[in-house]
């Protein structure tokens, strides 16, 4: 009973991450997201585990003087209504699962576990799209558009790589080996440009970083081999979006999809609004009013007249017009913690054998983080849950590395 609460959590971090419910599409009536959170929150208080005190947490406090900047942006901004759903979605909900996560994952076997759950959160996406698409055909499925999934399998791929090298289990190998092949595979099938991008910063980031107690020719033989795959079911249509990455980065107005002159768009606002920004979730209401008010000049007026972007493409720039500066800068804070936290661990376990596995767990979502923020830089992503899930684990993982002793060891 007492690991209840725990399985319960890993359930709904599959929900939340690799949404069952838009592959299989019966389920979503049942409301599984609200099924799972109900289960762990009555589990946990029927199970009586009060976990440890969290409010002292740095995570914490960064988590919610983020939402509280956000509540006090809401009355200035262009639609409350929509600021006040956000709260409930995002502050809330989002809020009561990272609570859990602070709550019930206090073991090194626990974040293994976890960890677990979100990589099989991407293999089931991949499977998913490799099994109702042709290659040369964009795909994305339910919540999720071709780039948004593009990034969830960018995300879930290091974790799966570093299964595959630190277990000693030849089955758990290969499922970790054909999971990251079919996630490769899978994000040829998005035709992401913005994936692709994600892919580059993570293998270079890969061959660059020093992972504990594996050696660098077993990495370098696994990326070749993926590498690889990934080139053999390369299409031509996947080639030609990817030349236009140069297109896009080269034409200030007209290159690509237009991002570029969306971004020069997004500053205007952002430098009308410093401080409290245009209110959570308000940014296709404010781009939509500055078009219809011809309020942006020269040939940012022409570039987008009578097309309303709905978002702003790029995870920073969102919060930074939503939520002004200081938005910005609790939103960076809370990046720039969880990667020196996962780094400070993996520094700290080549001192320390004890706790070698969960070095090399922490350098696999150290390896998430980067691929994530990769493909945010070309995506609204602002409020995605892993973002701040990868903040309170690398907490955890922090507070246990200083204690050595309590890490336990997982089951491959």
């Given at each position: 009973?007492?690991?209840?609460?725990?399985?319960?959590?890993?359930?709904?971090?599959?929900?939340?991450?690799?949404?069952?419910?838009?592959?299989?599409?019966?389920?979503?009536?049942?409301?599984?997201?609200?099924?799972?959170?109900?289960?762990?929150?009555?589990?946990?208080?029927?199970?009586?585990?009060?976990?440890?005190?969290?409010?002292?947490?740095?995570?914490?406090?960064?988590?919610?003087?983020?939402?509280?900047?956000?509540?006090?942006?809401?009355?200035?901004?262009?639609?409350?209504?929509?600021?006040?759903?956000?709260?409930?979605?995002?502050?809330?909900?989002?809020?009561?699962?990272?609570?859990?996560?602070?709550?019930?994952?206090?073991?090194?076997?626990?974040?293994?576990?976890?960890?677990?759950?979100?990589?099989?959160?991407?293999?089931?996406?991949?499977?998913?799209?490799?099994?109702?698409?042709?290659?040369?055909?964009?795909?994305?499925?339910?919540?999720?558009?071709?780039?948004?999934l593009a990034l969830l399998l960018v995300t879930t791929l290091p974790i799966a790589v570093m299964q595959c090298l630190s277990s000693t289990k030849w089955y758990w190998k290969t499922i970790c080996f054909l999971g990251s092949a079919f996630n490769l595979i899978a994000i040829i099938a998005t035709q992401s440009r913005g994936g692709f991008l994600g892919l580059v910063?993570?293998?270079?980031?890969?061959?660059?970083?020093?992972?504990?107690?594996?050696?660098?020719?077993?990495?370098?033989?696994?990326?070749?081999?993926?590498?690889?795959?990934?080139?053999?079911?390369?299409?031509?249509?996947?080639?030609?979006?990817?030349?236009?990455?140069?297109?896009?980065?080269?034409?200030?107005?007209?290159?690509?999809?237009?991002?570029?002159?969306?971004?020069?768009?997004?500053?205007?606002?952002?430098?009308?609004?410093?401080?409290?920004?245009?209110?959570?979730?308000?940014?296709?209401?404010?781009?939509?009013?500055?078009?219809?008010?011809?309020?942006?000049?020269?040939?940012?007026?022409?570039?987008?007249?009578?097309?309303?972007?709905?978002?702003?493409?790029?995870?920073?720039?969102?919060?930074?017009?939503?939520?002004?500066?200081?938005?910005?800068?609790?939103?960076?804070?809370?990046?720039?913690?969880?990667?020196?936290?996962?780094?400070?661990?993996?520094?700290?376990s080549f001192q320390h054998d004890a706790i070698t596995n969960l070095g090399i767990q922490a350098t696999g979502l150290q390896m998430a983080l980067i691929g994530f923020l990769a493909c945010a830089l070309f995506l609204s992503q602002s409020y995605s849950p892993l973002i701040y899930l990868f903040c309170f684990l690398s907490g955890t993982m922090l507070r246990i590395?200083?204690?050595?002793?309590?890490?336990?060891?997982?089951?491959?």
């Open positions: 009973m007492t690991n209840f609460p725990y399985y319960m959590l890993c359930m709904w971090t599959v929900v939340i991450v690799g949404r069952p419910q838009d592959i299989f599409t019966f389920l979503e009536p049942l409301n599984i997201g609200d099924i799972a959170a109900g289960l762990t929150t009555i589990s946990y208080f029927w199970a009586g585990q009060h976990g440890p005190a969290m409010r002292h947490y740095p995570e914490t406090r960064l988590f919610f003087v983020f939402v509280g900047y956000a509540i006090l942006c809401i009355p200035f901004g262009y639609y409350p209504g929509r600021g006040v759903e956000f709260l409930i979605y995002f502050g809330v909900k989002t809020g009561l699962y990272l609570w859990f996560i602070a709550k019930l994952v206090t073991t090194e076997e626990r974040i293994q576990g976890l960890a677990k759950a979100i990589m099989l959160s991407g293999f089931l996406m991949a499977v998913s799209v490799l099994s109702k698409t042709a290659l040369g055909e964009r795909m994305g499925i339910g919540a999720y558009d071709p780039n948004d910063a993570l293998g270079a980031f890969m061959l660059s970083v020093k992972i504990p107690r594996i050696s660098r020719q077993k990495l370098l033989i696994l990326l070749t081999v993926l590498a690889f795959v990934f080139l053999a079911y390369l299409g031509a249509d996947y080639k030609d979006r990817i030349v236009t990455i140069l297109e896009e980065s080269t034409s200030d107005v007209t290159g690509g999809s237009g991002r570029i002159g969306l971004w020069r768009q997004c500053l205007v606002i952002a430098k009308d609004h410093p401080i409290l920004g245009v209110g959570p979730d308000a940014f296709s209401t404010a781009f939509g009013d500055y078009l219809e008010k011809d309020k942006f000049e020269g040939e940012l007026a022409a570039e987008e007249r009578g097309h309303k972007w709905q978002t702003a493409h790029n995870a920073f720039l969102l919060v930074l017009i939503e939520m002004g500066i200081p938005g910005l800068l609790i939103f960076v804070a809370i990046i720039i913690r969880s990667y020196r936290n996962l780094n400070t661990v993996r520094t700290l590395s200083s204690t050595p002793k309590q890490a336990e060891t997982p089951n491959y």
